[in-house]
DNA sequence: CGATTCCTTGACTATGCTCAAGAAGAGTGG
DNA sequence: CCACTCTTCTTGAGCATAGTCAAGGAATCG
């Protein structure tokens, strides 16, 4: 455990500017030499496997981080001791802002799989961006668009119908694969139907079923974990809600 | 109209060191002379009346904006025409800062009632807070606010029980009428229950219904907008879903 | 290959939505 | 100040959607 692993120290070593998800990731934008400022900061952690913790609710704000490899889910234990899934985090998209606003972590970020970080001393970040402009202003655009995608799911869990969260859950997921350049129309859930349900606000049989009503109508083909897209338009149609393409729901009037 | 009334150029003439939210507001923990470097850019807009909008979905970044005044509420049309409300934005609450993500606002921010702001343009407060660290600081805090009770917000979609939800949002409400000095336990809502509903993904009859049941249980006083919480433990208590003090839901066992 | 976890599907139930009507407030003008 | 109107809120009855409980099947891991 301890000894040092040649090939993980040679990865430990690959700068921001080397990085594939640079396009994505808190350079976007910024120059080379503005880039070499950050990279000093940016430490990568040894790898985490599912079930690791990157930080806990209660943690001081250290860092914040950006997967490099593999997905994060943070999640928030209610009183009741309820699991709720607040997101997910896919490569390039940064996450541990929620402690921000009050200097602690309100909740707890999770490895879905085996999973790699880049880890931005907070402190540090800060401090950079104070000197590069640039640095700063990219800063503010990546943490917008962290809220972004809180409001999108403030958008899913609003939907009445259970089949509307499902289908815009997809189609979201979907649309974020595309982004970091994998294929937006076939790809492998890395997470459970029921980490998905706590996500959607719903219980896992109710996942279960809206997968399996999506398949019947032709829209995806799903196994297990494995999805393919069919049908994006009407997966989109699914998502106003109102009828698209299909009947959402077999109404009397079709019947 | 147009004719210009001395009071209220009094008022537009205050500045955050006078201002009575500004231990709540950006200016926190600012020091004087930082405050005055905030203060040049700050702009008090004209008073805005029941049903305003500050700016729309679409529109471009131009300021972030924080009511001196009233209570707004941001709101997101979805495609199938209805109207969902992302928050409520109380006196001394940031604002408008959906846009810095991408850009352009996502929503709409509309006045409940009377109401007044501070403007703050977004590329002036962005450039003062490269060269006022302190400023910088302040305002990734109160965004990381924003996007914590974005958080608080999604915290109380999941909720299952409607019942939660409204006891969520009593609560919280409660607690920042306090935060802003004013009585917690005793105030008027600035919103309608269907805005209430709209909210918390509900329909307005379960709303009333809830606050109806709270009344009959002796946790609040409701009539009409008056709220007074008679017993803010047991709706702290029904916030958890699970049995506080009365009954959640008097079930077949104890009729 | 066995054990465990995860997923699917069924039957039943309950919560909250729909539709509907009436009451209470708020605003307006005589 | 009161009558009128319009909006907002409350309450009821019936129904549909998603939750609960339960069991069996698929997939994964050691």
Redesign the pocket.
Known sequence: MTEPIPLDLARLRRTCAECSLQMLCLPAGMDAEDISRLEAVVQRRKPLT?GDSLFRAGDPLRAVYVASEGVFKTVMLSESGEEHVLGFHLPGELFGLDAIGSGKHRCEAVAL?DARVCELPYAHLASIATQVPSLQHQLLRVIGQSADRDQDHVDVLS???????IAMFLHGLSDRYRRIGRAADDF??P???????RY??????????????L??DGIIE?????VRILDVAALGALTHGCEGGQPP????SGG
Chains 1, 2 share one sequence.
């Open positions: 599912k799989g939907r009445r119908q259970a089949s509307e969260r492998v859930l997470m459970s139907r029921d980490e998905i349900a959607l606000g719903l219980v896992l049989e109710t996942v279960s079923r809206g997968f399996s009503r398949h019947e799903v196994r297990g974990r494995r729901q077999r109404r009397r």
